[in-house]
């Protein structure tokens, strides 16, 4: 401001002082917006599970917090008018609840909940109700095992609900509970006795025989009725629209251990013989699940793998059957890209369905007459998970590169987004500009990825960068907020995240690519997407990262035997490494040997995949990392990679998290990985000092 403009604007106050006119106090000026901070991640709260009302007027969803100080999460429900406005919780916080569920006649809303007292190992999972017109939840299940689904009946007078097998243990504690005996839990677990094939799940640990099955619960008189049985998993539910017949998923083959297989199976929902009297309607070699009715109850959805030899990388394909039995007929095989979620439109001309294409996850309507594919929620955004208005309005969980998810409303055409659940702190937040590119590999393949920003990027700079490969393999990078890799851009990184050959959104043929030959034509990809931003001048050859989980911790381990020093620092979490060490350790021994074949007969195949057998390579400092009882890809490959560089006085270190899974879930684990990551990155990519011992 010159003296003459600061002249004249005294004048103007004097004046308007002069004529008794207040001067309103100056609005201070919004803080400018910050970097993605690690804290964040517990601020950031988690929306799924769209249900819209039967009148069309709210949709229920589900909220996740994640709360550090407890080290644990809180799922709690919420409904928003679909006219817009401010959301109302309907459960209260301090217990978790889940899946809500309408009633038809849209009075209740029914929700799992484990809550209450009286059961020396906690309360299990119930189904509860809450009246719309007000009062206390009520409970409506007793089980002793717990419920792990539901859904209501066409009418609302009765529910399905998906039940393990009750175990001896919950069978006497429930006896013992019945005559108020007072039973006392033994000191020493019971040893486990093994018998099947399959005899390992993560987050399940060691099988037995106990099984999933369907039960059909009358509300009027609370009476439980199981209508399917055997040495089968049953799930995936859905009523016929007259409420006589179920649809389910289930593995009924003589031996489900020993194949991949699932139809879709149909039952009487009164059935008095526990199932045993089926109709089975589908006999693809491959899996089929996720059914649906058609509105006249002619026809069943479902998604359908017609490719069974193709195994994870096989496209899975929108499918209709006549829900009497008869011809199955796949309506997507020109569209070759995976549909998941299949639901049919009130007139039953058209199925609803997500796909997803070429780095976005999509809302698409099919054609049942034509097979013709419609875009419905597309662009840059990725779609979670939708319900349907029986009116044509859509509930979708929607995100962005800036937006975590939220529930958006789309009728008539219009999108409008109704909830605001993480608003107020992303308004404080500045995050790193996010690209999709394309670039050849080596073979002149065309592949596409995302390019992250530092928040405050400057065109003129060369960046430390991050080579992100994604787990799977099958599966792909989106249009969606990503809090990692916009952590790393906040710290000055620029990120990688490409989907190499093997991933999803591309088509079969893109995908089954790396089949038995991992580590080959995916590592010429990713390393492609490095050329690509080095020579566009955005990435620092000289401070290169790559780190990422599963089979990204995997890619990781191809790209740092294969690089030489080119990388300056690596993470490779839950990764394999000698895969011959995870046969009969890990819950994969059906992909190894349809995709490898026998570890004794094809041994070399299996060495030759191994990075193991190229660890003296390996120059770039590593950090290996993962869950202690990790039934995916065992620790073991972790701890062998790091003993062997260890032992060739390689600089690494190993951490392992107490009582983890595949997947770390304890927030303050969490919160240790993520300052794991950027410490090891600023040592030895920035130089930046390590942290003290105690931090």
Same mark, same amino acid.
């Given at each position: 401001?010159?003296?003459?403009?600061?002249?004249?604007?005294?004048?103007?106050?004097?004046?308007?002082?002069?004529?008794?006119?207040?001067?309103?106090?100056?609005?201070?000026?919004?803080?400018?917006?910050?970097?993605?901070?690690?804290?964040?991640?517990?601020?950031?709260?988690?929306?799924?599970?769209?249900?819209?009302?039967?009148?069309?007027?709210?949709?229920?969803?589900?909220?996740?917090?994640?709360?550090?100080?407890?080290?644990?999460?809180?799922?709690?429900?919420?409904?928003?008018?679909?006219?817009?406005?401010?959301?109302?919780?309907?459960?209260?916080?301090?217990?978790?609840?889940?899946?809500?569920?309408?009633?038809?006649?849209?009075?209740?809303?029914?929700?799992?909940?484990?809550?209450?007292?009286?059961?020396?190992?906690?309360?299990?999972?119930?189904?509860?109700?809450?009246?719309?017109?007000?009062?206390?939840?009520?409970?409506?299940?007793?089980?002793?095992?717990?419920?792990?689904?539901?859904?209501? $009946?066409?009418?609302?007078?009765?529910?399905?609900?998906?039940?393990?097998?009750?175990?001896?243990?919950?069978?006497?504690?429930?006896?013992?509970?019945?005559?108020?005996?007072?039973?006392?839990?033994?000191?020493?677990?019971?040893?486990?006795?093994?018998?099947?094939?399959?005899?390992?799940?993560?987050?399940?640990?060691?099988?037995?025989?106990?099984?999933?099955?369907?039960?059909?619960?009358?509300?009027?008189?609370?009476?439980?009725?199981?209508?399917?049985?055997?040495?089968?998993?049953?799930?995936?539910?859905?009523?016929?629209?007259?409420?006589?017949?179920?649809?389910?998923?289930?593995?009924?083959?003589?031996?489900?251990?020993?194949?991949?297989?699932?139809?879709?199976?149909?039952?009487?929902?009164?059935?008095?013989?526990?199932?045993?009297?089926?109709?089975?309607?589908?006999?693809?070699?491959?899996?089929?699940?996720?059914?649906?009715?058609?509105?006249?109850?002619?026809?069943?959805?479902?998604?359908?793998?017609?490719?069974?030899?193709?195994?994870?990388?096989?496209?899975?394909?929108?499918?209709?059957?006549?829900?009497?039995?008869?011809?199955?007929?796949?309506?997507?095989?020109?569209?070759?890209?995976?549909?998941?979620?299949?639901?049919?439109?009130?007139?039953?001309?058209?199925?609803?369905?997500?796909?997803?294409?070429?780095?976005?996850?999509?809302?698409?309507?099919?054609?049942?007459?034509?097979?013709?594919?419609?875009?419905?929620?597309?662009?840059?955004?990725?779609?979670?998970?939708?319900?349907?208005?029986?009116?044509?309005?859509?509930?979708?969980?929607?995100?962005?590169?800036?937006?975590?998810?939220?529930?958006?409303?789309?009728?008539? =055409?219009?999108?409008?987004?109704?909830? $605001?659940?993480?608003?107020?702190?992303?308004?404080?937040?500045?995050?790193?500009?996010?690209?999709?590119?394309?670039?050849?590999?080596?073979?002149?393949?065309?592949?596409?990825?995302?390019?992250?920003?530092?928040?405050?990027?400057?065109?003129?700079?060369?960046?430390?960068?991050?080579?992100?490969?994604?787990?799977?393999?099958?599966?792909?990078?989106?249009?969606?907020?990503?809090?990692?890799?916009?952590?790393?851009?906040?710290?000055?990184?620029?990120?990688?995240?490409?989907?190499?050959?093997?991933?999803?959104?591309?088509?079969?043929?893109?995908?089954?690519?790396?089949?038995?030959?991992?580590?080959?034509?995916?590592?010429?990809?990713?390393?492609?997407?490095?050329?690509?931003?080095?020579?566009?001048?955005?990435?620092?050859?000289?401070?290169?990262?790559?780190?990422?989980?599963?089979?990204?911790?995997?890619?990781?381990?191809?790209?740092?035997?294969? $690089?030489?020093?080119?990388?300056?620092?690596?993470?490779? =979490?839950?990764?394999?490494?000698?895969?011959?060490?995870?046969?009969?350790?890990?819950?994969?021994?059906?992909?190894?040997?349809?995709?490898?074949?026998?570890?004794?007969?094809?041994?070399?195949?299996?060495?030759?995949?191994?990075?193991?057998?190229?660890?003296?390579?390996?120059?770039?400092?590593?950090?290996?990392?993962? =869950?202690?009882?990790?039934?995916?890809?065992?620790?073991?490959?972790?701890?062998?990679?790091?003993?062997?560089?260890?032992?060739? =006085?390689?600089?690494?270190?190993?951490?392992?998290?107490?009582?983890?899974?595949?997947?770390?879930?304890?927030?303050?684990?969490?919160?240790?990985?993520?300052?794991?990551?950027?410490?090891?990155?600023?040592?030895?990519?920035?130089?930046?000092?390590?942290?003290?011992?105690?931090?």
């Amino acid at each position: 401001m010159n003296r003459r403009t600061l002249f004249a604007t005294i004048l103007v106050i004097l004046f308007a002082a002069s004529l008794g006119v207040a001067q309103a106090p100056e609005k201070a000026a919004p803080p400018a917006p910050r970097n993605l901070t690690i804290d964040d991640y517990f601020q950031i709260k988690r929306v799924g599970d769209p249900q819209i009302s039967p009148d069309g007027k709210w949709v229920a969803y589900v909220v996740t917090t994640t709360i550090l100080k407890t080290d644990k999460y809180e799922r709690q429900i919420w409904v928003v008018s679909t006219a817009g406005g401010e959301a109302i919780p309907m459960t209260t916080k301090g217990v978790n609840s889940s899946r809500p569920r309408w009633s038809p006649d849209g009075k209740y809303l029914a929700f799992l909940s484990a809550r209450g007292s009286g059961e020396k190992d906690g309360p299990k999972t119930q189904v509860w109700t809450l009246n719309r017109s007000g009062g206390e939840a009520q409970q409506l299940t007793e089980t002793i095992q717990g419920v792990s689904s539901f859904d209501w $009946s066409p009418k609302g007078d009765r529910l399905v609900l998906v039940l393990s097998d009750p175990s001896p243990e919950q069978l006497e504690a429930a006896e013992a509970k019945e005559k108020s005996i007072e039973k006392i839990k033994p000191a020493t677990p019971k040893p486990w006795v093994i018998d099947r094939l399959q005899f390992k799940r993560d987050y399940a640990g060691y099988l037995d025989r106990l099984r999933s099955h369907l039960y059909v619960f009358e509300l009027a008189g609370k009476k439980l009725t199981q209508v399917t049985s055997g040495d089968y998993d049953d799930g995936d539910p859905a009523w016929s629209p007259d409420g006589r017949f179920l649809a389910f998923t289930s593995n009924r083959s003589e031996d489900p251990d020993h194949n991949f297989n699932s139809d879709i199976w149909v039952v009487a929902a009164d059935n008095p013989d526990k199932g045993m009297t089926l109709t089975r309607l589908t006999k693809n070699a491959g899996s089929d699940d996720s059914p649906a009715w058609s509105p006249d109850g002619k026809w069943v959805t479902y998604v359908s793998q017609i490719d069974a030899k193709a195994l994870d990388y096989a496209t899975q394909h929108l499918a209709i059957v006549p829900a009497q039995g008869g011809a199955e007929r796949v309506l997507t095989t020109k569209l070759d890209r995976n549909v998941v979620r299949p639901r049919f439109t009130a007139d039953g001309q058209t199925i609803f369905c997500m796909i997803d294409d070429d780095g976005q996850q999509q809302l698409v309507s099919v054609a049942v007459a034509s097979g013709d594919v419609t875009r419905v929620i597309s662009g840059k955004k990725s779609v979670g998970t939708y319900a349907l208005g029986s009116d044509g309005g859509i509930a979708a969980i929607i995100s962005e590169p800036t937006i975590p998810g939220e529930i958006f409303w789309q009728q008539g =055409g219009q999108l409008k987004k109704l909830t $605001s659940t993480n608003d107020a702190l992303m308004a404080k937040i500045r995050l790193g500009e996010v690209e999709y590119v394309k670039f050849k590999s080596k073979d002149g393949t065309e592949i596409a990825g995302f390019l992250f920003k530092p928040a405050a990027y400057i065109p003129e700079m060369k960046y430390p960068t991050l080579l992100r490969p994604h787990g799977g393999p099958v599966g792909q990078y989106e249009w969606s907020f990503d809090f990692t890799a916009q952590l790393f851009a906040a710290n000055g990184y620029v990120v990688l995240q490409p989907n190499p050959r093997g991933s999803s959104g591309y088509g079969q043929k893109f995908c089954e690519a790396i089949f038995a030959d991992w580590g080959n034509k995916d590592y010429e990809d990713v390393i492609a997407m490095v050329d690509y931003a080095v020579a566009k001048g955005i990435a620092d050859p000289a401070k290169l990262g790559v780190g990422g989980w599963s089979y990204g911790g995997i890619m990781t381990n191809y790209v740092i035997t294969k $690089s030489g020093d080119r990388f300056k620092a690596a993470i490779s =979490g839950a990764s394999e490494a000698l895969y011959v060490a995870n046969y009969g350790h890990d819950h994969y021994q059906k992909l190894w040997e349809w995709e490898l074949g026998l570890p004794w007969e094809s041994r070399a195949l299996w060495e030759k995949l191994s990075t193991f057998n190229q660890v003296q390579k390996i120059v770039t400092p590593t950090l290996w990392i993962g =869950g202690e009882k990790d039934w995916n890809v065992p620790i073991i490959n972790s701890e062998q990679m790091y003993q062997s560089m260890k032992r060739l =006085g390689r600089t690494t270190q190993l951490v392992v998290y107490p009582g983890e899974h595949h997947g770390i879930s304890k927030p303050s684990y969490l919160k240790d990985r993520f300052e794991r990551y950027l410490a090891w990155y600023g040592q030895y990519i920035k130089g930046e000092a390590p942290p003290k011992p105690s931090e």
